[in-house]
Each structure stands twice: as structure tokens, then as C-alpha cells.
């Protein structure tokens, strides 16, 4: 995306950009830990999948940021062309980092599906925007509160329907990691990028980037290194044997649609109007690609499909997003004619 074309589009466009983003990486990576690898005679797991994805989105992202020119905005290192990232987007670096190595880590999960492990993760973050909100003294109008309660309803719902958090001790840290990296970058957005102008908007993403790509491969090691689940020895497949493996063309559209959505995500949150309008806006558009992709995999390639109780929750997640962006277009009317 140009720098031009990221403020010429309305958000509606960029999240329906998002979802179209999404879509793909989700399919991609269930398949990629569903179906047996021909040389291992099973699945490949998240730690064996997750360090060439994350490496190649590095590389596309580093490339997006040159070829796009966006580098020109950011903070730069004293005589050299370098950009360099402030104190806060190196602090919501390190929280995107969390969220960078976990997304994908959560779709591997056997026995946990898509769209569970999606309503659990999002949820947590529903809950933090408005606070974040609230912290940093910004309004949040009805029509945010009414979306929130919606996809609280819908979390609630699927979770009383599947009777509790029964989770793998891996995803419990998941689910932990990405709600803390997603407070700090909230509120790091908040403080510093929120303004409306699209020269922030690139230069709190390359700044962020910079410090988070590398990050979340270094976390994901960390994470495999541990033990945490017996995984351990799944690092070094996934960090140097997969490179030779004709599996890494899977990987490379993992990793290009990665870099597609940390754009398009970018974008979304760091737009103007309240956290409380602008995550549910981005959280159920995933969602919603998240129960499609269950249900592509299901009917192309047999996979378990989606509960009654998980379309449902994304039919509640659908009318969240209809809402946000009808809401604000009916009070800025009621406005003008006043």
C-alpha cells in the first residue's frame, strides 16, 4: 500500500482489506499443522512452522518499509538514514512482538478450534480498549459500548456452550502473552500515533516493526527452548531444517499474508476514533475470517467444522461491525443537519 492509498481509503475499505487478508493466512497455517507432513508422518506443529513464517515476514515487511517509502517518516539515527524507533514504539514493540508470535501459534492447537481460541483472545482485548480509553481521558460513544457488549455476548456464549477454558497449558500462555502485548501497544497507539495523520500512522509502523519482527522470532525461540509442553525439540526443524523442505512454500504465503495484515491492522487501530470503535471493528472482522476459514476447511478439505454456537457468536460479531459503521455515518448526518 502507497502512502497515498492508505489515506484515500475509508476504514470500512481497509478492514474489508483485512479480512481479505486473514482469510488466506488462517487456511494456510490449519493446513500446514493439519494435514501429515509426507517426511514426519504427521503434522507439523506451531514451533515448526511459526520461525520461517515469522522470518520471512521480517524480510517482506523490511522490504515494505523501503519500497514504500514510509522509512522517510519515521524517527532516524543522527547522521545515517536508519530509522530508530522512540521510547514508546520501542515499549510497543516488544507488545507486538507478543502478538506477532502468538496469532499464528494459536491456530495450531490440536483440538481447539479456530474460532474458539479467536472469541478467547479477543475478548481479553475488548475488555482493555475501553479502559485503555478511559485511562487516556477519550470518549467512547454508545454505539462503542453496544458493539463491546455485543462480542461479550457472543465470547460468553460459545464458551458456555463448550463448556469452560479446557486448554493446553501452551495455549493458556498464548492467550496470557497476547493480552499483555496488546495492552502495551493500545496503549502506546493511544499515547503517541492516534492523531488522524497518516504520516503518523507510517512512522509509528515502521518504528514498531523494526523493533518487533525480531523480537517475536527471539520470544518463539525462547518459548520452544523452555520445554513448555514437551515442544522443545520441535526448534530446530523449525528454525533450520524447514528451509529445505518444500513445506517453506506453504510458509512463504504464511509469511506474505502476515505482512499483509500487520499493515492493514496498523491502519485500523491507529485510527483517530476511540480504541472502543476501533478494535471491535478490526477483532470481529478477524473473527469473521477466522469462522469462514473453519468452515473452507471443512468443506474443501474435511476439517472439523464450526459448532452451532461458533456461527452464531460470529452472526452477533458480523452485526458488531454493521454497527460500527453505520452508528458514527447516522450521527455525523444528525450533525450536519443540526
Known sequence: MTRRAAGRLSLEWIVLLYFLSYLPNIVLTKLVTSIPHAGLGRPLTGLETLPASLILSLVLTYAFIWLSGWHRDAHHLPGTGLPVPTWATFL?????????????LSFTFQGVSIPFIQLLMRGDILIIAPLVDLIFGRRVRWWSWVALFMV????????????????????????????????????????????????????????????????????????????????????????????????????????????????????????????????????????VAGIAAAYLLHWIWGLKAPTLAETIGAAVLIGAIVLLSVAPRVARGRTIKE
Not at 95 to 104: C, D, K
Not at 237 to 260: C, E, H, M, Q
Open 152 to 287: 461479550a455476548v457472543a465470547l460468553g456464549f460459545v464458551v458456555q456452550q463448550r463448556g469452560g477454558f479446557d486448554l493446553p497449558p501452551l495455549a493458556i500462555l498464548t492467550v496470557v502473552l497476547y493480552t499483555i502485548g496488546y495492552f502495551l501497544r493500545l496503549a502506546v497507539m493511544t499515547r503517541v500515533s492516534k492523531s488522524g495523520d497518516p504520516a503518523s500512522v507510517r512512522r509509528y509502523f515502521v518504528e514498531e516493526k523494526i523493533i518487533a519482527l525480531p523480537l517475536s522470532v527471539v520470544a518463539l525461540a525462547a518459548v520452544a527452548a523452555s520445554g513448555l509442553g514437551g515442544q522443545a525439540g520441535e526448534l530446530g526443524w523449525g528454525f533450520l531444517a524447514v528451509w529445505s523442505d518444500p513445506v517453506i512454500w506453504w510458509l512463504v504465503g504464511i509469511g506474505l499474508t502476515l505482512t499483509i495484515i500487520s499493515v492493514f491492522a496498523a491502519i485500523i487501530l491507529l485510527d483517530p476514533a476511540e480504541n472502543s470503535y476501533c478494535v471491535p471493528m478490526e477483532r470481529a472482522s478477524s473473527l
Open 92 to 104: 510497543s514493540g516488544i507488545g507486538t512482538a507478543l502478538v506477532l508470535f502468538t496469532v499464528p
